[in-house]
């Protein structure tokens, strides 16, 4: 449960001191404030764990934690490690507008001189960021509602953030779906002065990209593994808490973070690490409890098991349905989180059984496994024999002719076409009607293609995350995900495509870079599970018609009548029901904010 506000004024306004109560007070899920100062015209305010300090002409406050501390002090000269908005205190007056691109962590820091205002937050943008300027004052705050509330604002929906969240059409300088506050965009440093804001990226990924080509004794095998060691090594000690649970499944990311963890928690903690499977009584075919208990046993975790049971619907249709509304409330807009009531379900459990850090192996697919694009990004970049060879593996693994000739192809598919062949792979369903409803990168020419998807996880709003922040604030939990630190994904980033694609096996690096440390059953499973209809199980048929079928507004694109008609049939697949499901959440954010 933590936040950060900040409200800085100009001219003849005086800060408002009962702002930042009100600003907490808009997201009691966040905790009360439970510290806050002042420097010249600027009010700064924490809740309860996070750090604030006014020292040496500067206000800092820092919201979530520096994981890298230790080694910035030491770089420092410091005989110990202050608290964090100490340690931006020195690391400020050290490095000036680079201290951003030092932190580690999942963070978010505001530091002021009571005339220039700096804010921003982690590379990634796990620790959300919100800022609105209106009547000579600027606010910033963990929660758009917050923002909000500082600057008087009523919360209203902005329709067209919702259209754009609707249909996965937004970008880095997409607003927040409240009318008057902007989202931070992630790896950015906001710079106030007055109420004049500017922002400016201090991170630049793309510059990164393949930037070890051509250096052989790095691409090594040996060599690679190495830094690969030392790297995830350093990632998992980084996100342990103390009070940590590993949630573990029978796929290879999760188990890759349980044999870097292990070592440092039980040397930590004097305890092994516990970690957490879900099983799902109602579908056996989805248990991983088996994989989860070989990985358990082979490197002495403590494993428990948290149960997954259909929950009928109960209760009338109209509590449920505002249930559902005032999640998205919290969430201040609509997103593609869905599985609402079962993250919930599963946080309040592992903080009722003690653990306030969740360990998860997350995001090694955009780390490390996003393959499409590469033969044509080889060719494009004069790698010729690598593209023969991705290719010559690909059709040894039984690839079709068809798509190995797709793969050089060097125009964009057009939109109508990329339309239906999204259609017809069931990615879009049939209702969805509008040409907005197309797959990011299909109008991206093949030989950008791999290039964008390096990319693609440092653009956006990242919606997602942001909604499952506020579920973990309501129960105090925070999940850390080893596999985005931030040198780590740049060490993923600096690889040639050939050496991170050498084959058609999917995590084909990562199997190789794991051998020795995860089981090797776990590394040459070939199947994998599917979730299909414990997804299909989570959904709330009758809250769905009920508010579709009352809509006021109707979103172009979508055909009501014809998705109303599936509803009540019961036949939506996997992609349609989310579709049908985030819709529901947009028409209650617009119609009952």
């Not at 930590?268 to 109602?282: F, M, Q, S, W």
């Not at 009338?316 to 997103?335: K, M, N, Q, S, T």
């Not at 379900?345 to 590469?374: I, Q």
Request: glycine fraction near 10%; hydrophobic fraction near 45%; charged fraction near 25%.
């Amino acid at each position: 449960m933590t936040a950060l506000t900040l409200l800085a004024s100009t001219g003849g306004n005086s800060p408002d001191l009962d702002a930042l109560p009100r600003m907490f007070a808009a997201s009691p899920h966040r905790g009360p404030l439970a510290g806050y100062d002042r420097l010249g015209r600027v009010l700064a305010g924490v809740s309860d764990g996070d750090s604030i300090t006014r020292q040496d002409g500067l206000l800092v406050a820092v919201e979530g934690r520096i994981d890298n501390a230790n080694e910035l002090a030491r770089g420092l000269g410091l005989s110990g490690v202050p608290d964090s908005s100490a340690l931006v205190v020195a690391l400020w007056h050290r490095h000036g507008l680079r201290t951003p691109e030092l932190l580690r962590g999942r963070c978010a820091v505001a530091v002021t001189d009571g005339r220039t205002t700096w804010v921003w937050r982690d590379h990634l943008g796990f620790a959300p960021l919100f800022y609105g300027t209106s009547g000579g004052r600027v606010a910033v705050a963990t929660e758009a509602k917050q923002a909000a509330a500082g600057l008087g604002l009523a919360l209203e929906p902005d329709l067209s953030v919702v259209e754009s969240t609707l249909w996965g059409d937004y970008d880095d300088d997409t607003p927040a779906a409240v009318k008057g506050v902007r989202r931070l965009p992630k790896a950015t440093l906001l710079t106030i002065r007055g109420t004049s804001t500017a922002t400016s990226s201090y991170w630049q990924p793309e510059a990164i990209l393949e930037r070890s080509r051509g250096r052989r004794a790095e691409l090594h095998p040996a060599a690679l593994k190495e830094r690969f060691d030392a790297l995830m090594g350093t990632a998992c000690e980084r996100a342990l808490g103390g009070d940590d649970v590993l949630s573990l499944s029978g796929g290879i990311d999760s188990p890759a973070v349980a044999a870097y963890a292990a070592q440092p928690h039980l040397a930590r903690t004097g305890r092994p690490l516990e970690a957490v499977v879900v099983v799902y009584p109602d579908h056996p075919s989805v248990d991983e409890s088996g994989w989860a208990r070989l990985v358990a046993d082979d490197l002495g975790l403590k494993l428990e098991t948290f149960e997954h049971r259909r929950a009928a619907p109960s209760g009338p249709v109209e509590h449920r349905v505002g249930a559902l509304r005032d999640w998205v409330g919290l969430f201040d807009g609509p997103g593609p989180l869905t599985a609402i009531a079962e993250l919930d379900d599963n946080y309040r459990d592992l903080r009722e059984r003690g653990f306030r850090t969740v360990l998860t192996g997350e995001m090694a697919e955009f780390v490390l496994d996003l393959r499409a694009g590469a033969v044509a990004h080889l060719l494009g970049a004069g790698q010729v024999a690598a593209a023969a060879r991705l290719l010559a593996a690909q059709r040894a693994a039984g690839i079709r002719w068809r798509w190995l000739a797709q793969q050089v192809l060097t125009t964009p598919i057009p939109p109508a076409v990329a339309r239906r062949i999204s259609g017809s792979s069931r990615r879009t369903p049939a209702w969805v009607t509008s040409e907005r409803a197309i797959p990011p990168g299909w109008s991206v020419a093949p030989r950008y293609r791999w290039r964008t998807n390096q990319l693609g996880a440092f653009d956006g709003p990242g919606l997602a995350m942001e909604a499952e922040d506020v579920v973990q604030a309501k129960h105090g939990i925070t999940v850390r995900r080893p596999f985005a630190d931030v040198d780590l994904w740049e060490f993923f980033l600096a690889l040639p495509a050939e050496v991170k694609v050498p084959g058609p096996a999917r995590k084909q690096l990562l199997r190789s870079l794991l051998r020795g440390r995860v089981p090797d059953a776990i590394l040459d499973r070939k199947d994998k599970t599917v979730f299909n209809d414990a997804v299909m199980d989570s959904v709330d048929w009758p809250v769905l018609d009920h508010v579709l079928s009352r809509v006021e507004h109707r979103f172009e694109g979508i055909n009501y009548d014809t998705l109303l008609q599936h509803i009540a049939a019961r036949d939506l697949d996997v992609p349609g029901s989310l579709w049908a499901q985030r819709l529901t959440m947009a028409h209650l954010f617009v119609e009952g904010a």
